[in-house]
């Protein structure tokens, strides 16, 4: 970790085969796990907490101050967890009063020139592909990926196995296991391919379909929706997840293809 052209604050906690290359900033109140590496020229500020095995490259900014006028300095967090890879230019901000901290899972990729804003949830597994965006207090469910520059509105919900085509504008919740795509951002089938690859079996992706097809086929608003798949759907773990999103959704799903606002 000895690295002369580093600026590592004495204070920070860095483990012993942490790699620091030339020209990397690091401030007091830092914490970063074994095997990480910390490229030249980032930037990590105070309050990062960086998990073990990941890698920074350069020009990225963890735990920068949120970019919210109501900040006032307190203290939170920005926390990434293992295994996670964080690209080129990337700015993570920090949390502000209204979570305390803004995280990232373990195992994720998030790619050149993204940004995550204050007090977002990022989980595990997730792909931000080049110039993806969030707002404040996003929240983002395990092996989401979002493709180039999606930009996703403050307060929206994402969720799990989800697969957005590029430049998606984002204004409400999606629910989990689909593809979204379209201006506006619409339902465009569930992400079969994606959840195959990660072991779902034929039966199970089956099931998911038969939720969405009464979801966004059958002419029925959420509730009526919610009441068919609940009564006459055969009660599934995925049924059970898809089930819960709708009902904690506070920014309303995105439409079916066709459907008017």
């Not at 290359?21 to 830092?30: G, L, M, R, S, T």
């Not at 300095?73 to 803004?102: F, H, P, Q, W, Y």
């Not at 404040?136 to 196995?161: K, M, P, R, W």
Request: aromatic content about 6%.
């Amino acid at each position: 970790m000895n690295q002369p052209l580093a600026f590592v604050h004495p204070s920070a906690k860095i483990a012993e085969n942490v790699i620091i290359e030339p020209f990397a900033y690091i401030e007091k109140n830092v914490e970063i796990g074994e095997g990480t590496w910390i490229g030249p020229h980032t930037t990590i500020l105070e309050g990062a907490k960086i998990g073990k095995n990941c890698k920074i490259f350069p020009g990225a900014v963890v735990a920068a101050i949120p970019q919210d006028l109501k900040f006032k300095g307190e203290k939170t967090t920005a926390e990434i967890g293992d295994n996670t890879m964080i690209r080129e230019c990337v700015t993570i901000s920090r949390g502000t009063l209204a979570k305390g901290r803004t995280i990232i899972g373990s195992n994720c990729l998030i790619m050149a020139y993204c940004h995550v804003a204050h007090d977002c949830v990022v989980g595990n597994n997730v792909i931000l592909v080049n110039g993806a965006t969030l707002a404040g207090e996003v929240v983002v469910d395990d092996y989401a990926i979002l493709s180039a520059n999606t930009l996703v509105h403050q307060f929206c919900h994402i969720g799990a196995h989800t697969m957005f085509a590029g430049n998606s504008l984002v204004g409400k919740d999606v629910p989990p296991y689909i593809r979204a795509a379209r201006n506006p951002l619409a339902y465009s089938g569930v992400n079969s391919i994606g959840l195959r690859r990660r072991g779902f079996t034929n039966e199970m992706i089956n099931n998911i379909q038969d939720v969405y097809r009464v979801l966004y086929n059958k002419g029925l608003n959420v509730t009526q929706a919610l009441e068919y798949i609940e009564n006459e759907l055969p009660a599934t773990k995925e049924r059970d997840e898809i089930v819960l999103f709708l009902r904690n959704s506070n920014r309303g799903i995105i439409r079916g293809t066709g459907e008017k606002e």
